[in-house]
């Protein structure tokens, strides 16, 4: 996974723009996927989930690309806003039941006027 | 609103002293949790419940302590023996089964002085 010690990455875009967050897991047998949002001082925003068994799903102006092979995630939102500034991080279960969730450090995702 | 409460969102303790985070939970969730969140890294799991009268150690607890009473509600102690208590401290709960999504409080920042 993502490890940059204190140090997030960070994606600056223009507002219109569309970004492109990524997140690459370790375990081939995690079976399902989640991304977050964490605006500062707040707590994690659920965003959009995906089960391994797919590799692409899509919600309102967000897009979740699966790519089991090289154990790849991207988070893709359209139309980048300035609400959509914040951390974005993703989490991926290794088995059964929520205690088995991995989270990444994150991306630090800032939108430019 | 259906939800998790953390309180309080700010709390400053001094060292040997031990401090309650509180975690109240309306969602009807089995399953509670909570992380402790260092910047640049990704979420660690102290403790977690999946049934009232049990929880079970995560992989940073010690130092910490738990109780699960009732359904709704998932305490969590921060004891002298921790040495680095400064951080955030996130409480989540899920279902137990299925694509459990894990639904976050706005967390509770605690600062050792």
């Known amino acids: 996974g993502e490890s940059v010690g204190l140090h997030l990455p960070t994606l600056s875009v223009q507002e219109g723009d569309n970004s492109i967050i990524n997140c690459a897991y370790s375990?081939?047998?995690?079976?399902?996927f989640i991304w977050y949002k964490q605006e500062s001082g707040k707590g994690p925003q659920f965003i959009i989930d995906?089960?391994?068994?797919?590799d692409k799903r899509q919600g309102q102006r967000v897009t979740v690309l699966l790519n089991k092979t090289v154990k790849h995630l991207s988070l893709q939102i359209a139309a980048t806003q300035p609400g959509d500034s914040a951390v974005y991080f993703c989490?991926?279960?290794?088995?059964?039941?929520?205690?088995?969730?991995?989270f990444g450090p994150g991306t630090r995702l800032s939108v430019l006027p | 609103d259906g939800g998790i409460t953390q309180s309080p969102k700010y709390l400053f303790r001094k060292e040997g002293q031990n401090v309650t985070l509180s975690c109240e939970q309306n969602?009807?969730?089995?399953?509670m949790y909570w992380y402790r969140q260092d910047p640049g890294q990704g979420l660690r799991l102290i403790y977690y419940?999946?049934?009232?009268?049990?929880?079970q150690k995560g992989d940073i607890a010690e130092g910490y302590s738990v109780s699960r009473e009732k359904k709704e509600s998932f305490p969590l102690t921060v004891t002298s023996a921790q040495k680095n208590p400064t951080a955030f401290y996130l409480c989540?709960?899920?279902?137990?089964?299925?694509?459990?999504?894990?639904?976050f409080g706005a967390g509770s920042r605690l600062t050792v002085l």
């Open positions: 969602l009807n969730h089995d399953a």
């Open positions: 995906i089960r391994s068994n797919m």
């Open positions: 375990n081939s047998a995690s079976d399902y």
């Open positions: 419940s999946q049934i009232v009268n049990d929880f």
């Open positions: 989490a991926e279960r290794r088995g059964n039941y929520g205690q088995n969730f991995v």
């Open positions: 989540a709960s899920g279902g137990t089964s299925g694509a459990n999504v894990l639904t």
